[in-house]
């Protein structure tokens, strides 16, 4: 929703043919699904263009269209002429810019923005941090819904947004240098989250210090922005450790100790700040790795919200993950699965195995019930094959009995850790197996990269 003032202000208007007037509008990219009284943008990428979509809003009643130039220039005969068009020389920058504006607009009274990054855990970080805020009743919070946390998913996530929002979490995603910079300059972020550095995205950060850089940016806005923001981070995850001694950073460590540390303990049942100490009960989320996104979320919220500390670390026993193909525990057929199939990268995959031996450990299950599905992890770069047989080995060492690979890198998961049940091309052919293979175990553990719809197996009857 953006207003008639707002939205005739951007400086990338070049002219405004027929000007109408309204006093308030949805922003739609979407011609399939945008009503009448909505602002039409068309947007352009490398293998689709809005524009061609334009005429057939103009037949459905849409009145107010922002286009290219040159695209008004060209067909301007076949247009409206009871239409009002917005020309621009890139309509992705505009969407992008009303997005900035609109978010300048409710800082001014009193929107504070909250940003997350991070090579694993931000989506989740984002949803309990979304829950916990929303518990305190501090006002309306909003976030990105699902992972639109791009340069077209996180504007529309502004521009959808309520005005009357008091705190936007906004969740950056980024794949090459230079997109956090971007994502930063349109959500303009008081505070921020880096969840953790891991080995994603390779192919185009190259190593672990590329995804540093990346990452980092976050903070950088955030200190040019302002000296009373601050970042928060996990100091237990190389290298974020070298933010200790900066005044501007704060940080959960069960190892480090310091006037920026979060401490807690390995069970999880309190955090220490200062010589404060508060009790918390997180026995209910699953996995180091989530706890940990758990505390970051809390330590965010004890920073920027001190009088409601309390309260904050009593909600966390209603806080939960949320069930989309992350770490979520589901139950078939009076067996219980382990699902993990969004994303998948040797970090996070390092971490799910390490938290899926601690339940091992925890429930005393035997190793032979217990059947590992590992698929592709994608996008990273030239040391692809190197690093599927890194953690083939790691789940080696890690005691595993049972395992299939399935994907491209298969056979490279199994040059690390040897012998395996199945060594499968695609999620096609697990299927036609999964019959046969599910019946002999009581316990799953699946986790791959979205493209292999790891997840799709369990919807067999």
Request: some cysteine; aromatic content about 10%.
């Amino acid at each position: 929703m953006i207003d008639n003032d707002l939205f005739y202000s951007s400086k990338l208007i070049i002219k405004i043919i027929n000007k109408a007037s309204f006093s308030e509008a949805d922003i739609s990219t979407d011609s399939r699904t945008i009503a009448a009284q909505d602002i039409f943008i068309p947007l352009v990428g490398e293998s689709f263009d809005g524009h061609q979509f334009i005429k057939g809003t103009i037949k459905n009643g849409v009145k107010v269209i922002v286009c290219h130039e040159a695209f008004y220039c060209q067909n301007q005969s076949d247009l409206g002429k009871d239409v009002t068009f917005v020309l621009v020389e890139n309509t992705m920058s505009f969407y992008q810019d009303l997005a900035r504006l609109k978010i300048k607009k409710l800082k001014e009274a009193g929107l504070k923005v909250i940003g997350i990054t991070g090579s694993n855990g931000k989506t989740t970080t984002k949803e309990l941090l979304f829950q916990l805020l929303s518990s305190l009743k501090v006002g309306r919070v909003y976030t990105n819904a699902g992972n639109f946390n791009n340069q077209i998913g996180l504007p529309k996530t502004i521009l959808d947004m309520p005005n009357d929002t008091q705190y936007l979490i906004s969740e950056m995603g980024t794949n090459y240098f230079g997109e956090i910079e971007i994502l930063a300059s349109i959500a303009q972020p008081d505070y921020g989250i880096i969840t953790s550095i891991g080995e994603a995205h390779l192919e185009n950060f190259k190593d672990k210090e590329g995804v540093l850089k990346e990452k980092s940016c976050l903070l950088d806005w955030i200190k040019k922005e302002s000296a009373s923001g601050f970042l928060i981070t996990d100091f237990d995850c190389p290298p974020l450790d070298q933010y200790l001694n900066d005044p501007q950073v704060f940080g959960i460590s069960e190892v480090f100790q310091g006037e920026q540390v979060y401490s807690f303990e390995k069970e999880f049942k309190s955090l220490s700040f200062n010589k404060k100490n508060w009790n918390i009960d997180i026995a209910h989320i699953f996995g180091v790795h989530n706890k940990k996104d758990c505390l970051m979320a809390l330590t965010l919220v004890i920073k920027l919200l001190p009088e409601l500390s309390e309260q904050a670390c009593a909600n966390l026993a209603q806080i939960k993950l949320l069930e989309n193909n992350r770490s979520t525990w589901l139950e078939r057929n009076g067996k219980l699965v382990f699902l993990d199939a969004y994303n998948a990268n040797p970090s996070s995959m390092r971490a799910a195995i390490d938290s899926m031996f601690d339940y091992i450990a925890a429930k005393n299950i035997a190793i032979e019930q217990f059947l590992f599905i590992l698929g592709d992890m994608n996008e990273l770069g030239e040391s692809s094959s190197q690093l599927h047989r890194d953690i083939g080995h790691y789940l080696l060492t890690r005691g595993a009995g049972e395992v299939i690979f399935v994907g491209r890198y298969a056979k490279d998961y199994a040059k690390g850790f040897g012998p395996a049940l199945k060594i499968l091309s695609s999620t096609d052919e697990l299927k036609k197996e999964w019959d046969g293979i599910q019946e002999k175990f009581d316990y799953f553990f699946l986790k791959a990269s979205r493209s292999l719809h790891l997840e799709s197996i369990l919807d067999i009857k």
